[in-house]
T-cell receptor
Framework: QKEVEQNSGPLSVPEGAIASLNCTYS??????FFWYRQYSGKSPELIMS????GDKEDGRFTAQLNKASQYVSLLIRDSQPSDSATYLC??????????FGKGITLSVRP | DTAVSQTPKYLVTQMGNDKSIKCEQN?????MYWYKQDSKKFLKIMFS???????INETVPNRFSPKSPDKAHLNLHINSLELGDSAVYFC???????????FGQGTRLTVV
């Protein structure tokens, strides 16, 4: 089982829609969870961090964490063409290793 | 001011050469990392240092040797470069081992 898994994508949504990105992880001792955005040719940029179960909202972004189900998600409301990028889920395991999923490419159609 | 800076940004070299990539962070972070991103865009951890001490060493060939002269610097030296080493190498840092990491702009290494 892969340590951090994301839907393979790509994901295409119309402008103004909600984009839903999902991620599962294998290490039950994980305590820290992150979503990064990476534009083509650029470095990963932190969007959200979440440490406890539940929802965390920041502007148009909401991260959701369910440790019992080993699941973390990112919702992007009112999607904009500028949101088109690769989104990377990252998990800090019990051994402090920050492991990334393979990423999902999001395309927002104008 | 750039928070995590890497040099050089691009590196083209021949097989068999030895090269180094430098990384510096001015954020006062305790933890620094090296990641490799291959052509399929998968970001894989190579090394992690906390307060100059190596804490994570993934299954990376011995040709790769990290060095942390102080908390603000983590350099990567690569011996006997191979074609398969071609990738983008990212340096990153975080306040502690459990907090979010901030990435440098990457070094695109091409081995010919």
């Amino acid at each position: 089982q892969k340590e951090v898994e994301q839907n393979s994508g790509p994901l295409s949504v119309p402008e103004g829609a909600i984009a839903s990105l999902n991620c599962t992880y294998s290490d039950r001792g994980s305590q820290s969870f992150f979503w990064y955005r990476q534009y083509s040719g650029k470095s990963p940029e932190l969007i959200m961090s979440i440490y406890s179960n539940g929802d965390k909202e920041d502007g148009r972004f909401t991260a959701q964490l369910n440790k019992a189900s080993q699941y973390v998600s990112l919702l992007i409301r009112d999607s904009q063409p500028s949101d088109s990028a690769t989104y990377l889920c990252a998990v800090k395991g019990a051994n402090s290793k920050l492991t990334f999923g393979k990423g999902i490419t999001l395309s927002v159609r104008p | 001011d750039t928070a995590v800076s890497q040099t050089p940004k691009y590196l083209v070299t021949q097989m068999g050469n030895d090269k180094s990539i430098k990384c510096e962070q001015n954020l006062g972070h305790d933890t620094m990392y090296w990641y490799k991103q291959d052509s399929k865009k998968f970001l894989k951890i190579m090394f992690s240092y906390n307060n100059k001490e190596l804490i994570i060493n993934e299954t990376v060939p011995n040709r790769f040797s990290p060095k942390s002269p102080d908390k603000a610097h983590l350099n990567l030296h690569i011996n006997s470069l191979e074609l398969g080493d071609s990738a983008v190498y990212f340096c990153a840092s975080s306040w502690t081992v459990n907090t979010e990491a901030f990435f440098g702009q990457g070094t695109r290494l091409t081995v010919v």
